[in-house]
């Protein structure tokens, strides 16, 4: 009685499971498997160039029996990346240790729309228990260009800690209709905003467009990774995230400082050996005049010495 108890409650968790599933676009099923996609706030599947939306894809173990070693690799088309700590990619991969019968997982990941696409596009997703990913599934998106032009750029090639460093940047309204709530913000790669505070403006007109600059010093122990600049926004199809990635190689100060102990060790031997080498050929030291006879001191004389 206990065991068909169980049974029961097993097979209800994965009919629930399954309906829930069943409640996201697209879904996919395998034997043992299935799996789903849905965004995160409204969207239909349509991006802004540079736009960054927060999606999530769910996995249910369908079987009757615990599943180990879960894996899922995410694969984005080239106009669209992964945005995993600031950084880009074109892959992101998850891996489940163990999913219970009926149980259904889920996590969240960014994505971002690097360039307008032609329709739409799918992200794919790759899992199974194997080494071998046989099952599938997919979410349609699309990119198109956005009605806030953002042009960015970093001044300088590089940011040394504690030194202060200037993201130029200027937005222009070119779509047909007021864009409002306009504010943007620097972050680190880890999603930690930095100084210094939000440059806003309540709203833009078809046509205006705005300049500004954001000064900011990163700390010392930052080392490698981005500085991102992100610009948020309302128009008529609703809430918006621009953002615009700076890669930053963080001058290593401790290199600096031992190439110059380096370079200042060269110029001391090159120093001592010009120094040195010129008092070649015959090294032994010239003759001295002996003080009381004016004539050369015998153990320094050169010559035939005679008798």
Known sequence: MAEWKMGCRAHALVFASVFLLALLPHPAFSQELAMGFSALGDSNGTFYT?????YKFIVVNTSQNELRNVKVLLRAPLEFAFVVDGSQRPERSYEFVAIRPGQALERTFELKALSP?????????????????????????QATDSGLALDAKLDGASVVPGRESVIDFTLINRSGQAITNIRAELFSGANAQIQPPPFEVPSLNAGEGVSGKM????????????????????????????????PIKVEDRGFVVLAIIIVILLLVIIHFYKKYAGKGGDSRPEGKVHKSTGKPDGKFAHGDGGH
């Open 117 to 141: 696409t032609s329709g739409q596009v799918e992200i794919k997703a790759f899992y199974g228990t194997g080494p071998q990913l046989n099952n599938t599934a997919s979410v349609l998106v």
């Open 215 to 246: 000064a900011f010093a990163v700390p010392q122990d930052i080392g490698e990774g981005d500085v991102v600049l992100r610009v948020f926004f309302d128009d008529a199809s609703g809430a918006h995230a621009l953002e615009k990635a700076f």
């Open 50 to 54: 540079l736009e960054l939306r927060y």
